[in-house]
C-alpha cells in the first residue's frame, strides 16, 4: 500500500467538503417536500394550519443550513451544516406526521 500524498489528502477533503454540500442539498429536499405536503393536506383537510406552519419553518432552516454548508470553507464546518440541515428536515417531518395523524384522527371521528 503506497503512502497518502499531501494532494491524496487534499482531494480528500476537497471530497469530503462537497458531500457534505450535496448531504445538506438532500436534507433540504426532504424538508421541502415534507412542507410542501403538510401545507397541501392541511389545507384540503380545513386544518388550523400550525403544523403546516411549523414545516415551512423547519424548511427554511434547512435551507438556510444548506447554504451555510456551501459557503463553508472546511469540511468540518460544512457537515455541521449539513447535521444541522438534516435535524430541520426531521423537524419538518415530524410536522407533517403531526398533519397526518390530525387528519386520521378527524377521519376516524366522522
Given at each position: 500500500m503506497m503512502p497518502t500524498t499531501i494532494a491524496d489528502q487534499r482531494q480528500d477533503q476537497k471530497d469530503?467538503?462537497?458531500a457534505a454540500?450535496?448531504?445538506?442539498d438532500a436534507?433540504?429536499?426532504t424538508a421541502a417536500r415534507a412542507s410542501s405536503q403538510a401545507c397541501a393536506w392541511s389545507a384540503r383537510a380545513?386544518?388550523?394550519?400550525?403544523?403546516?406552519?411549523?414545516?415551512?419553518?423547519?424548511?427554511?432552516?434547512?435551507?438556510?443550513?444548506?447554504?451555510?454548508?456551501?459557503?463553508?470553507k472546511t469540511q468540518d464546518d460544512a457537515w455541521t451544516a449539513a447535521r444541522a440541515a438534516w435535524a430541520a428536515a426531521s423537524s419538518a417531518m415530524?410536522?407533517?406526521?403531526?398533519?397526518?395523524?390530525?387528519?386520521?384522527?378527524?377521519?376516524?371521528a366522522a
Open positions: 469530503s467538503l462537497l454540500q450535496v448531504d445538506a436534507a433540504y429536499d380545513g386544518l388550523s394550519g400550525g403544523d403546516a406552519a411549523e414545516a415551512v419553518a423547519a424548511a427554511s432552516r434547512a435551507r438556510h443550513e444548506a447554504d451555510s454548508a456551501h459557503a463553508a415530524e410536522a407533517l406526521e403531526r398533519v397526518s395523524a390530525e387528519i386520521q384522527q378527524d377521519m376516524r
